[in-house]
């Protein structure tokens, strides 16, 4: 064997040896961390901010980001409002999914919030970063975050099937909340709901849900079903895994298109709810239209995802069957009008007679 064959079975042997050495490698030019330092008033030690604050009183807090790559970094620094949704509490600096809102202004983090910009880290370096609360004169809780992110680059995806390209910011993010106590609530939380509606874009149903006491509602867990007017048997049931709202906030929650052909009808949507140990009841009725299941076909064709075909009056196969109908009645009529051949009789000859 040549010494030129055997360096190179070496250096595959070395590279299948150590798969997590390359990958640590690639994976450590943007790695760093934040660590809370809590104040004095912190409550817990739950891994975010959550103090007792006065009406018109400002709250310094203070965080350290560390460095972890030995490259310098620049973080970029935001707060971030509180929302909800179906999965929990969101923190985001404008609403992104559909219905999902702060239903007072008063209650908007970054409104109330002043930090810096931006943080150049040198390589292995570390620096504690100061930001400020105004407190705002509100009965409840302040709710939000502070973003600490690094920009890792952007992705081009080219589709195959068009001569487009689709360019995607990658960053990674670190986010620590805070939360303000302001004054006590003493209300028992409860839910408000909306008339639902369908929407073809998420392929389901959007129950509008919102959250109308200025504290956070926790522990909001239970089950839905969704039946139709004119078809006893279909049933499409679901349970609905424990979540939180944030104050004073509303989502719209999807049941999810999942069982059977989506089909223009009436459905009755009903929710039973266990919201901090109290039960609470939603029932109301959705109608879902012929317009709206062609528009979800198109939505799900624009995406490669396989098509689910509205039920509507079977018209081919009516067609079909008035054209055998109509051959069946042409041959029966042609057999009719054909005339009968009549065998002619002759008289029987005597053999004798010549």
């Known amino acids: 064997m040549k010494i030129r064959e ?3 079975i070496l250096l595959s042997i070395m590279f299948l040896s150590f798969p997590s050495f390359l990958v640590y490698a690639e994976g450590n030019d943007f790695e760093f961390r934040v660590e809370p330092i809590f104040p004095e008033s912190q409550i817990g030690n ?10 018109n ?3 310094t807090l203070q965080a350290r980001v560390i460095n972890d790559s030995d490259k310098e970094l620049n973080v970029t620094i935001r707060s971030l409002n509180a929302y909800s949704g179906n999965q929990g509490i969101l923190y985001q600096t404008e609403p992104i999914l559909e219905g999902t809102a702060i239903t007072n202004d008063e209650f908007q983090f970054t409104k109330f919030v002043k930090n810096p910009k931006e943080l150049t880290l040198s390589p292995l370096g570390s620096e504690v970063v100061e930001f400020s609360v105004n407190v705002p004169d509100i ?3 302040l709710l939000g975050s502070i973003e600490f992110r690094v920009f890792q680059g952007t992705e081009e995806l080219t589709k195959k099937e068009e001569d487009s390209q689709l360019l995607i910011d990658q960053y990674r993010a670190v986010n620590l909340g805070v939360q303000v106590d302001i004054t006590d609530y003493k209300e028992t939380p409860s839910l408000t709901f909306e008339s639902p509606h369908y929407s073809p874009e998420q392929m389901a149903i959007m129950v509008p849900m919102g959250n109308s006491h200025p504290v956070i509602v926790s522990n909001i867990s239970g089950t839905y079903k969704v039946t139709k007017s004119k078809d006893e048997p279909f049933s499409l049931t679901g349970d609905m895994p424990s979540f939180k709202m944030a104050p004073m906030t509303a989502f719209h929650y999807p049941i999810r298109w999942s069982e059977g052909t989506l089909e223009p009808d009436d459905y009755n949507v009903t929710f039973t709810l266990n919201v901090n140990g109290q039960t609470q009841t939603y029932e109301q009725t ?3 239209r012929n317009e709206q299941v062609k528009e979800t076909q198109e939505k799900m064709e624009e995406r490669g995802e396989v098509e689910i075909a509205p039920k509507t009056f079977p018209w081919t196969t009516v067609i079909i069957a008035l054209l055998l109908v109509i051959v069946v009645i042409l041959l029966w009529m042609m057999k009719r009008s054909k005339p009968q051949r009549k065998d002619r009789k002759y008289p029987i000859q005597d053999p004798n007679d010549t």
């Open 46 to 55: 739950q891994g975010y901010y959550h103090l007792k604050g006065n009406p």
């Open 6 to 8: 055997i360096h190179w």
């Open 139 to 141: 009965n409840g809780t």
């Open 57 to 59: 009183e400002t709250v």
């Open 286 to 288: 959705v109608s879902i």
